[in-house]
């Protein structure tokens, strides 16, 4: 998972990007994403293992425009409307507005940003989530679908392989390694 993050944590022009569209340092844009990050992708390995109706998730992470948002964050976000998809996106990753507050609240503990600048960077930041889980899963969904005709019960098993790297079926110690890896 760490490679997923990567391309979210450590992509200067989707980093500056956002921090120029909600108003607030690069360092400080930098730091909330960093924690958001690990979050929401363990939010959406959740949504797999539950009960709940992952299709919809599993669409947009077959969205090729997802992942193109990866390679050009800047022109993403400049476009606009990126608030309103993610928004959409956050109701199947956190299942409900008042989750999406609580993971603001809980990022504002650990940052000391306000938990309002963290509620606009959130919807901002889950289509780029969305666009790195399709980007790293795009050669196995392929192959897959190649292998069987299937795309939707095999793609949650190779998502949920590529989040939970230790595959004990926890990704709360996969998120814990991942973010002592970026603040270490």
Same mark, same amino acid.
């Given at each position: 998972?760490?490679?997923?993050?990567?391309?979210?944590?450590?992509?200067?022009?989707?980093?500056?990007?956002?921090?120029?569209?909600?108003?607030?340092?690069?360092?400080?844009?930098?730091?909330?994403?960093?924690?958001?990050?690990?979050?929401?992708?363990? &939010?959406?390995?959740?949504?797999?293992?539950?009960?709940?109706?992952?299709?919809? *998730? *599993?669409? /947009?992470?077959?969205?090729?425009?997802?992942?193109?948002?990866?390679? &050009?964050?800047?022109?993403?976000?400049?476009?606009?409307?990126?608030?309103?998809?993610?928004?959409?996106? *956050?109701?199947?990753?956190?299942?409900?507005?008042?989750?999406?507050?609580?993971? +603001?609240?809980?990022?504002?503990?650990?940052?000391?940003?306000?938990?309002?600048?963290?509620?606009?960077?959130?919807?901002?930041?889950?289509?780029?989530?969305?666009? &790195?889980?399709?980007?790293?899963? +795009?050669?196995?969904?392929? /192959?897959? /679908?190649?292998?069987?005709?299937?795309?939707?019960?095999? *793609?949650?098993?190779?998502?949920?392989?590529?989040?939970?790297?230790?595959?004990?079926?926890?990704?709360?110690?996969?998120?814990?390694?991942?973010?002592?890896?970026?603040?270490?």
């Amino acid at each position: 998972m760490a490679g997923l993050l990567d391309s979210i944590v450590n992509n200067p022009e989707l980093v500056e990007s956002i921090a120029n569209e909600v108003g607030i340092k690069t360092s400080d844009a930098g730091s909330v994403i960093t924690y958001l990050a690990p979050i929401l992708m363990g &939010a959406a390995k959740q949504n797999f293992q539950s009960s709940r109706d992952s299709g919809d *998730l *599993l669409r /947009q992470i077959q969205d090729s425009q997802f992942s193109d948002m990866i390679d &050009a964050p800047k022109k993403a976000v400049a476009k606009g409307g990126l608030t309103d998809l993610g928004n959409i996106i *956050l109701r199947e990753l956190t299942g409900s507005k008042e989750n999406s507050g609580k993971v +603001a609240t809980h990022v504002q503990k650990e940052t000391g940003i306000s938990d309002m600048i963290i509620k606009k960077i959130l919807p901002m930041i889950a289509p780029f989530i969305i666009g &790195a889980l399709g980007k790293k899963a +795009a050669p196995s969904i392929n /192959q897959h /679908q190649q292998d069987s005709g299937s795309m939707t019960g095999g *793609l949650e098993n190779i998502l949920i392989s590529m989040i939970d790297k230790d595959h004990d079926g926890s990704i709360v110690d996969d998120m814990m390694k991942m973010a002592m890896k970026y603040f270490a």
